[in-house]
Structures are given as C-alpha cells and as structure tokens.
Nanobody, 128 residues
Framework: QVHLVESGGGLAQPGGSLRLSCAASGFTFSNYGMSWGRQAPGKGLEWVAGILSDGTSTYYADSVKGRFTISRDNAEKTLYLDINSLKPADTALYFC?????????????????????WGRGTQVTVSS
C-alpha cells in the first residue's frame, strides 16, 4: 500500500525559508516521478514542482520558479521541497504526489489528475 507522509510545514515570515519532506513507502520510490502540489483555502490542487525518478530533471510552475527547489533521496525514499523567499501567496496545504506511470514528460508532470497517490499534506502559513 502506497504511503506518503509530508512534514516540515509551519508558520514562517515573508522572505523566510522552509524545507518540506515527504517520506514514501509501499512502492519502489526510485521508479517514479514525484511532484509537490499545494492547495490554498477555497482553491483546487495546484501543481508546483516535479522531479524525474532518477532526479536528473526538475520542473517548476512559473509562480515558484527561482524560489522553490525540488530534490529527492532515493536511498532514503524521501522527496524534498526547499522553499525560499516565502510570500503570503505561498500559504497553502502542501502535498507530495506519486505519478501514475513511472516517469513523466514536462507536460504530464503538471497534470495533477495523472497522479494516483497524494499524501495528507503539511500546512505552510506565511504571515508577519
């Protein structure tokens, strides 16, 4: 059974940084592209960043490019999201997701409907 558990969220000030983690189990982590998505209050799930199974390529939504960095440790079965220069607009519940069919193209990565498992999320709140 696939299990994705996010952690690392919290309250941060504008301009600050956070590192989110996602611990994966129940599947061969190193075989799958993974992504982070977020959901702000009253809005749908928004894809923000994706990484290929071997970590060689990463993709980002325009809204976070240059501020977010996705990475993974396949030996530890863990996905990371480093968030810098936090903005109030980054306030959301952040989820990690497992792509349905192994690796993805840059276009496929952005489609949240193509992920078959999401964790329960970790809350990030940006406020002074």
């Amino acid at each position: 059974q696939v299990h994705l558990v996010e952690s690392g969220g919290g309250l941060a000030q504008p301009g600050g940084s956070l590192r989110l983690s996602c611990a994966a189990s129940g599947f061969t982590f190193s075989n799958y592209g993974m992504s982070w998505g977020r959901q702000a209050p009253g809005k749908g799930l928004e894809w923000v960043a994706g990484i290929l199974s071997d970590g060689t390529s990463t993709y980002y939504a325009d809204s976070v490019k240059g501020r977010f960095t996705i990475s993974r440790d396949n030996a530890e079965k863990t996905l990371y999201l480093d968030i810098n220069s936090l903005k109030p607009a980054d306030t959301a519940l952040y989820f990690c997701g497992k792509f349905r069919w192994g690796d993805f193209t840059s276009v496929q990565a952005m489609d949240v409907a193509l992920y078959d498992n999401w964790g329960r999320g970790t809350q990030v709140t940006v406020s002074s």
